[in-house]
Nanobody, 127 residues
């Protein structure tokens, strides 16, 4: 069983950076594709970013391109979400997810593309 655990959320001001982490308990995630999603109050969960097991291929939602990156450190069994130039509309609960396998499926932009989910970490951006 893979259990992602997010940390590193918080309250920041617009324009600030933040870097939530996703560490995994149980089995390693170093051989799995990983992703980040977010869910704002009253909205559906939306895709943020994803990458393959080796970090060689990354994908981003259009609204996050150029501001967010998704580095991973397999030696630490950890994936990060580096968020720069944060905006109030980035306020949401951010979820980390592990895929079933090394590579992302065609459904990687939807929650169904991932097998295991963390409990989320809250990010609030004030104007």
């Amino acid at each position: 069983q893979v259990q992602p655990v997010e940390s590193g959320g918080g309250l920041v001001q617009a324009g600030d950076p933040l870097r939530p982490s996703c560490a995994a308990s149980g089995r390693t995630v170093s051989n799995r594709a990983m992703g980040w999603f977010r869910q704002a109050p009253g909205k559906e969960r939306e895709f943020v970013a994803a990458l393959t097991w080796d970090g060689g291929t990354t994908f981003y939602a259009d609204s996050m391109k150029g501001r967010f990156t998704i580095p991973r450190d397999n030696a630490k069994n950890t994936v990060y979400l580096q968020m720069n130039s944060l905006k109030p509309e980035d306020t949401a609960v951010y979820y980390c997810a592990a895929a079933r396998d090394f590579y992302l499926t065609y459904a990687y932009r939807t929650p169904s593309g991932f097998e295991y989910w963390g409990q989320g970490t809250h990010v609030a951006v004030s104007s």
